[in-house]
């Protein structure tokens, strides 16, 4: 394809899509203990979800400029003449930076674009925009599109204690939160490529019930609109949760195939702590 795709590991992408579609990876890093593990590589979701409940250190921290070199690079070899490069909010992380400063080095034209979100609302972008660019669509045109699908896209969820988040210092505008963190059981979203406070409840069987409402919410505006959805659950060390949750929206939505289970990773699992379930609804724009 004249126009390749890469993305980082926060974008959550299965790997058969990753296989499918070409999509250059590159992996944050997870330190454990003291050890460095690349995500997606060498360390999983249910290993860092162990760590955190015995209370082993985690932290997380962005690739060197050097891999996306390598990412962009590989897109050169192949035969690509441009890339987009699709990357997690740069309000939740300093990975764009190495990726703009890649780009200034690349064999040919690097796009940095900042989804202002992570997860699956990315995933889905970057999985479309792959798609597009298949049919030999120009780089400003891929690159508009995934800002655009980004833009369009709802991603909500719930944690069972906001004390990974405030460690991680990813809190954001929920904030003011942390000091009634024992007494609530919050919702909370991506706004402007940050993480704020949604609503509060008080069980986590009510919370989740107002993810699902919410979900259901954004499809139906979007079909509103005559547009498909997309719809994730995504979730670390809670997939009973997220398996029921999914089934109800299937149920809601309509389509089976509209609505899919993807377990959080490991840099995104070391911020939100386990038992978290998140939602991506991605309205389809082509």
Same mark, same amino acid.
């Given at each position: 394809? #004249? ?35 690349? &995500?997606?590589? $060498? ?40 890339? /987009?490069?699709? %990357?997690?909010?740069? $309000?939740?992380?300093?990975? =764009?930076?190495? !990726? ?8 040919? #034209? ?40 980004? !833009?369009?896209?709802?991603? =909500? ?37 940050? =993480? ?22 954004? /499809? ?14 995504? %979730? ?26 993807? &377990?959080?990773?490991?840099? /995104? ?11 991506? /609804? ?5």
């Amino acid at each position: 394809m #004249p126009v390749a795709l890469v993305t980082d590991s926060t974008a959550y992408l299965p790997a058969a899509w990753q296989a499918r579609l070409s999509v250059g990876v590159v992996p944050l890093h997870v330190v454990v203990g003291g050890h460095e593990y690349n &995500e997606g590589v $060498d360390i999983t979701a249910d290993e860092v979800a162990e760590a955190l409940r015995s209370f082993t250190p985690v932290t997380t921290s962005r690739p060197a400029p050097q891999a996306f070199l390598a990412a962009y690079q590989a897109a050169a070899d192949a035969g690509a003449e441009a890339v /987009v490069s699709v %990357h997690l909010s740069s $309000d939740l992380s300093a990975t =764009i930076g190495g !990726a703009t400063l890649a780009a200034t080095r690349a064999p040919i #034209p690097v796009t940095v674009v900042d989804s202002r979100s992570l997860g699956m609302v990315m995933g889905y972008a970057v999985a479309s925009g792959s798609a597009l660019a298949a049919t030999g669509a120009s780089v400003e045109t891929v690159a508009d599109h995934v800002r655009a699908r980004c !833009a369009a896209s709802e991603a =909500i969820f719930y944690v069972d204690t906001l004390e990974y988040l405030r460690r991680g210092g990813r809190i954001g505008k929920a904030g003011a939160l942390v000091g009634s963190a024992l007494a609530i059981k919050p919702i909370l979203g991506i706004r402007d490529g940050a =993480i704020v406070l949604l609503e509060k409840v008080r069980t986590a069987s009510r919370a989740l019930a107002r993810l699902e409402e919410r979900a259901i919410e954004a /499809v139906s505006a979007a079909h509103d609109e005559g547009r498909e959805v997309d719809v994730a659950v995504q %979730h670390l060390g809670s997939g009973v949760r997220a398996a029921t949750l999914a089934e109800r929206l299937r149920s809601r939505v309509g389509d089976e195939d509209q609505v899919r289970v993807v &377990e959080l990773g490991a840099v /995104v699992g070391a911020h939100v702590g386990p038992g978290a379930v998140a939602i991506a /609804v991605s309205p389809r724009l082509v």
